[in-house]
């Protein structure tokens, strides 16, 4: 089968390789989509970073060249663990060992030896995967594969939402209108009931940020902060969800939110934020984070939202082949040209 290995920075080769084995748990999965996102890029541009290529990893065992891809949907070819052949079904990526504590407490997301298919071991840009049943979820009728092919991203954002903790009658701040906080955004949209705005620059992202369903947008090129107080009668947001990673943000994050408000960082800033520490503590700021989803509880919520056909829709921004995957997908994600989200099908030549 073809498959996108990871070898090392800016080396993805599209190569040959054997089917993938199966373990007991695991069903084969003709992979129809998969998705590429910041993590993949920044492998791909500044890695090895999650990529275990020079030291095993030790929830997967892993260790070498790697097939990556941990966001993708398929067809179930032959039947077992519950599933019969040609099913379709979206895959949550991570794997857990539903025995440690964490997975008792149903954080699955931070089992003690958790790994993602895609990241720490072989996963979905190929034309099959071998992916634990337990991980994997029907596609609803009606829901195209383009559109399925978001899921495991929307998942991320409606666990991120879960994680702000957002009460009724908060008022909401997103900072960052690119992919993941449009995925936020839409969490919070089924979630709560809630005052939502958005922080972005002008333009395409904050007009999408309203069309899903953002009470209201701010310009990031004004003063943000000023913006927030005005809007919230000068006592600032409830939470505050810093999902962009840009320079400064996380700290504007902690001078808008309301004194014993929350702010929940998503976003990965490439330097260090500095954090006053002294105002944070007087001040009462619980601050949170959040990582990855907890399949059993995000995984088919997030189906159900696509299924209304819109924020696929939106957010879907090519569907590309393996070939394509280096010019018209990861190096246009590692420089900032993508504002939705790029597929590839593995079966599409060039």
């Avoid at 892993?62 to 040609?86: D, K, S, T």
């Avoid at 949209?189 to 309203?210: E, M, N």
């Avoid at 962009?244 to 700290?251: H, K, L, M, R, V």
């Avoid at 998503?266 to 990855?292: H, M, N, Y």
Wanted: hydrophobic share 45%; charged share 20%; glycine share 16%.
């Amino acid at each position: 089968m073809r498959a996108a290995v990871y070898h090392g920075r800016q080396d993805v080769r599209i190569e040959e390789v054997p089917l993938p084995r199966l373990r007991d748990g695991e069903v084969l999965v003709a992979v129809r989509r998969s998705g590429i996102c910041g993590s993949d890029a920044t492998e791909w541009a500044a890695g090895p970073k999650m990529v275990p290529l020079t030291r095993r990893h030790p929830g997967s065992g892993h260790l070498g060249p790697m097939i990556i891809g941990h966001e993708f949907v398929g067809e179930v070819v032959a039947g077992g663990e519950g599933f019969a052949a040609g099913d379709l079904v979206a895959a949550g990526a991570g794997v857990s060992c539903g025995q440690c504590d964490r997975c008792g407490e149903g954080r699955t997301n931070l089992c003690r030896r958790y790994y993602t298919l895609g990241l720490n071991a072989p996963g979905g840009l190929a034309e099959y995967v071998a992916a634990p049943a337990g991980m994997l979820r029907p596609i609803p009728a009606g829901v195209s594969l383009d559109h399925a092919g978001l899921a495991q991203p929307l998942a991320v954002g409606l666990h991120a939402a879960r994680r702000a903790g957002v009460r009724p009658g908060d008022t909401v701040v997103v900072i960052g209108a690119g992919a993941i906080g449009s995925f936020v955004l839409a969490g919070l949209r089924h979630l709560y009931d809630s005052d939502v705005t958005v922080v972005d620059f002008a333009g395409d992202k904050l007009d999408r940020a309203a069309r899903l369903g953002a009470t209201r947008t701010v310009d990031a090129a004004g003063d943000v902060v000023d913006a927030v107080r005005e809007l919230t009668g000068g006592r600032g947001a409830d939470v505050v969800i810093e999902a962009s990673g840009a320079p400064g943000q996380f700290e504007n994050a902690l001078r808008m939110v309301t004194d014993g408000g929350r702010v929940l960082a998503v976003g990965l800033p490439k330097q260090a934020p500095a954090v006053d520490l002294f105002g944070l503590v007087l001040r009462e700021i619980t601050v949170e984070s959040t990582v990855a989803h907890v399949c059993g509880a995000d995984l088919v919520p997030a189906l159900e939202i696509l299924s209304a056909g819109v924020l696929g829709a939106e957010l879907l921004d090519s569907v590309i082949g393996l070939d394509e995957l280096t010019d018209r997908g990861l190096a246009r994600l590692a420089a900032g040209g993508v504002d939705g989200k790029v597929l590839i099908d593995p079966g599409r030549r060039s």
